[in-house]
């Protein structure tokens, strides 16, 4: 069974960097969709990055492009979440999360089942 542990996440003032980390377990195929997700209080959760494993293409939306770089190792089978530039907006907690996938990946929380504990992000004016 596929598990992810997320790590990295913390307190930064507005402009600076954090990079999170996704460790991977429990599977041994290449075709899983990995996302980075977030959910701030009171809101629902947001896409913010996308890697198809199988062949190391990345995906964004317009509001983090720029700024927000999505990694994988596969050696390590760790997935990572450059995040430069942060703004207090981007203050919540951030979720890997994984889909068995053919090349198809659909950016959207409710067809991801397997997630991580989330980590917290916060930052500070």
């Known amino acids: 069974q596929v598990q992810l542990m997320e790590s990295g996440g913390g307190s930064v003032q507005a402009g600076g960097s954090l990079r999170l980390s996704c460790a991977a377990s429990?599977?041994?195929?290449?075709?899983?969709?990995m996302g980075w997700f977030r959910q701030a209080p009171g809101r629902e959760r947001q896409w913010v990055a996308g890697?198809?494993?199988?062949?190391?293409?990345?995906y964004y939306p317009d509001s983090v492009k720029g700024r927000f770089t999505i990694s994988q190792d596969t050696a390590k089978k760790t997935l990572y979440l450059q995040m430069n530039s942060l703004k207090t907006e981007d203050t919540a907690i951030y979720y890997c999360?994984?889909?068995?996938?053919?090349?198809?990946?659909?950016?959207?929380?409710?067809?991801?089942?397997?997630w991580g504990q989330g980590t917290q992000v916060t930052v500070s004016s």
């Open positions: 999360a994984a889909r068995p996938s053919d090349g198809y990946c659909p950016w959207i929380p409710a067809h991801f089942d397997i």
């Open positions: 429990g599977y041994t195929r290449s075709n899983y969709c």
């Open positions: 890697i198809y494993a199988g062949t190391g293409s990345t």
